[in-house]
């Protein structure tokens, strides 16, 4: 059975980060049209005007606001969380990254390779920043984007930020592996929590501008696009297509904590389905290493487990 959104978004205010392009654009038009108000978290203040302008010309009543967000940025996460100006939160799509290209290695202001920085350890910080809001927000979600590049790549705890081995396609699939490897081990801490929040990880399979709608001024299509993108069409899908599935998952009650979602068709197109993980993927000893250093890079630690409560003596040792 197919599932829509209808008017579930009412009343529910998600922060979709890198809202002003691609998949993360569709993930709040959808929202939007869902009744949703929607914050843009966008690097570019002036792409994100351009994605509100789009959006409001196909829903028209759409509840929008936008707040600047650099995640290469660590240092700018305070300021931008406290320019939400909110009290609660009912998801946050953790959607926004960078894919390089070229032989060279690109780092951010404090050293932090570009890919790594941005796609994984901003958003680290960022649900860190915004956990006092989501705690406060009974049923909140936090949604992590990876990938379906992830599946193929392994995460070198040696060499996370690719000093030693520089390759953009791998380090970019890296980076979106470390993200999912943080969702699934935001879930084990939010239940070792007892908390309410729920934190799922989706992908939006293999998604082509030259099969997306046009959206302008924001993107258009042309028509040699377009022709182009035909055969692929059997395999792949668009990027509204891609973004179906993260919306579902800020909305569907019946999708739970810890799962992941991606398409029905071989995982890059169709439907949104559960899907089974590869092991490489929720390892939790990779995934608590990864957190260890993620902490040590930000000076954050989003969720910290419960300390453990010290062991009674019995009577025969005291």
């Known amino acids: 059975m197919t599932w829509h ?11 979709v980060t890198g809202a002003s392009a691609g998949i993360g654009y569709f993930v709040a038009e959808q929202l939007a049209a869902g009744g949703a108000t929607v914050v843009l978290g966008c690097r570019d203040t002036t792409k994100a005007e351009l994605a509100a302008q789009a959006i409001r010309a196909r829903v028209p009543d759409a509840r929008l606001r936008s707040v600047r967000l650099d995640l290469a940025d660590l240092s700018s996460m305070p300021g931008t969380v406290a320019d939400l100006g909110i009290e609660s939160l009912d998801a946050v799509v953790l959607n926004a990254g960078v894919m390089t290209s070229g032989p060279d290695r690109r780092v951010n202001t404090r050293g932090h390779e570009l890919m790594f920085a941005t796609n994984h350890l901003g958003h680290f910080a960022l649900v860190a920043h915004l956990e006092p809001v989501l705690t406060a927000t009974e049923n909140s979600r936090v949604i992590t984007v990876g990938s379906f590049a992830a599946r193929s790549e392994r995460l070198e705890l040696a060499d996370l930020q690719s000093e030693h081995d520089y390759r953009p396609k ?23 929590r007892g908390a309410t929040t729920a934190s799922i990880v989706v992908h939006p399979g293999g998604a082509l501008d030259s099969l997306t709608p046009s959206r302008p001024p924001l993107f258009v299509r042309t028509t040699s696009q377009r022709i182009r993108g035909l055969p692929t069409g059997m395999v792949l899908h668009g990027k509204h297509a891609g973004a179906r599935a993260i919306a579902r998952a800020v909305l569907d009650t019946d999708i739970n904590s810890g799962e992941l979602w991606g398409p029905r068709v071989f995982g890059l197109r169709g439907q949104a389905h559960r899907e089974t993980p590869r092991a490489h993927m929720t390892d939790p000893g990779t995934a608590a290493e990864l957190w260890s250093a993620s902490s040590a890079l930000t000076g954050l630690d989003p969720f910290p487990l419960p300390a453990k409560e010290p062991r009674l003596r019995s009577a025969r040792q005291s």
């Not at 959104?5 to 922060?15: C, D, S």
């Not at 380090?171 to 939010?190: H, I, N, P, T, V």
């Open 170 to 192: 791998r380090s970019y699939g890296r980076s979106k592996l470390a993200q999912m490897l943080f969702g699934f081990e935001l879930d084990r801490r939010l239940r070792a």
């Open 5 to 15: 959104i209808g008017r579930r978004a009412e009343e529910k205010t998600v922060l």
